[in-house]
């Protein structure tokens, strides 16, 4: 099966940097994705990374080490509509289904 | 483009009851899956499909059933509801033969209370 970890909550201001770490253990890894979810609301995709690096999409941007077994979101500029939790999922080799973390709720504060 | 929709929004069952949830996406995906989310565990697969008429299970799939009898549609059906299945229904779809299956598009969810 797989695990994932991340944190549970973070707080942080208006204008600050946060970095949401997901650690995962699975066999047959692929790839790593990144999904936000409002209060009451539908998961949304973010991002998704299968190869070591950084992908940028506009304040956000995501990580991947494949040989560490580790991923992060880092979210910039935040913003009060950041306010969210964040789900990271994993994927294994031909099997068409994510395992998602139990997601980090981000506070933004004015 | 609607994407995806789930019927109903909102649900209360006694415990033994039945009901089946629909699901239904106009993105042509050929994935779709049941999720259910409770309070602190995330989102958990309950069963999924890789195309028309197939069905395969998730993580936690006791108690319910799944039909794909169109590729459009999910059905997700609870055959006697069970106090522990109170929670967050969500489904999802991804890949139209060219998108990647890990960007997966979420319905609004259903909000089942069995009492």
């Known amino acids: 099966g797989q695990s994932l970890e991340q944190p549970s909550e973070v707080t942080a201001v208006e204008g600050a940097i946060v970095q949401i770490n997901c650690t995962y253990q699975?066999?047959?890894?692929?790839?790593l994705s990144w999904y936000q979810q409002h209060d009451g609301g539908a998961p949304t995709f973010l991002s998704y990374?299968?190869?070591?690096g950084l992908e940028e999409t506009g304040r956000f941007s995501s990580f991947l080490s494949r040989s560490d077994s580790y991923g992060y979101l880092l979210l910039q500029e935040l913003q009060m509509k950041d306010s969210a939790s964040y789900f990271c999922?994993?994927?294994?080799?031909?099997?068409?289904?994510?395992?998602f973390g139990a997601g980090t709720t981000v506070t933004v504060r004015a | 483009n609607a994407g995806v929709t789930q019927t109903p929004k909102f649900r209360v069952l006694k415990t033994g009851q039945s009901m089946t949830l629909l699901c239904a996406q106009d993105?042509?995906?050929?994935?779709m899956y049941w999720y259910r989310q409770d309070p602190g565990m995330g989102l958990r697969l309950i069963h999924y499909?890789?195309?028309?008429?197939?069905?395969a299970k998730g993580e936690v799939p006791d108690g319910y059933n799944v039909s794909r009898l169109k590729k459009q549609n999910f059905l997700l059906g609870l055959e006697s509801a069970a106090p522990s299945q109170t929670s967050v229904y969500f489904c999802?779809?991804?890949?139209?033969?060219?998108?990647?299956?890990?960007?997966?598009?979420f319905g609004p969810g259903t909000r089942l209370t069995v009492l």
């Open positions: 993105m042509n995906h050929e994935y």
């Open positions: 699975t066999s047959g890894f692929y790839g």
């Open positions: 990374n299968a190869l070591d």
């Open positions: 999922a994993v994927s294994t080799r031909n099997d068409y289904k994510l395992s």
């Open positions: 499909s890789v195309g028309e008429g197939t069905t």
């Open positions: 999802a779809s991804s890949y139209d033969g060219q998108s990647s299956y890990n960007e997966q598009f």
